[in-house]
């Protein structure tokens, strides 16, 4: 197993020169790549209640950690996954990115920023189908996970623990098949609508 991460080796998908040089390090294939980056909250700025409450370097941070930081892992997924079996590239998303599943309003730049990565996540998984005919490309919203990130929310909706929602994820990736590439998915498997 191959692991990245900010505070292990410097891999900080808001440096897309350090992201590049320790991707491009990488040789491959992987079977399976998982990316599981991502934030609510960067440098204090909180979920906004309302569009009244945008700030513009809140939502280019969020941009750059959730929507740009992925499509750099993603750009380099023809050359680290296999060409003759299968394989996953799985990003986390989170179903507020879900446009048509958007009934509250509220939670601007985090949500554009989910919605532009299943985006991204989609437009790479038809790019990859060409080349790379048995790999699956897909977002998965993992639910609310006990986690620091998810603290301050967690009395609004049922949370698991990480090592449950890694399982969960485990379990819809092994269910995966070519033919569900590109999609947008829930812990337990359904399908979330952009």
Known sequence: MTGLSRSGNGFDLTRPDLADGLLSALSGPFDLIVVASGALEIDGAVPEKSMRTVS???MMDQFALNAVGPALVLKHAQRLLPRNRPAVIAILSARVGSIGDNRLGGWVS???AKAAVNQIVHTAAIELARTHKQAVCVALHPGTV???????YLNRHPAVSPDEAADNLLSV????????TGGFYDWAGRSIPW
């Open 56 to 58: 513009a370097q809140a």
């Open 110 to 112: 985090y949500r554009a």
């Open 146 to 152: 006990k986690t620091a990130f998810t603290e301050k």
């Open 173 to 180: 990736i092994r269910g995966l098949t070519p033919e569900d």
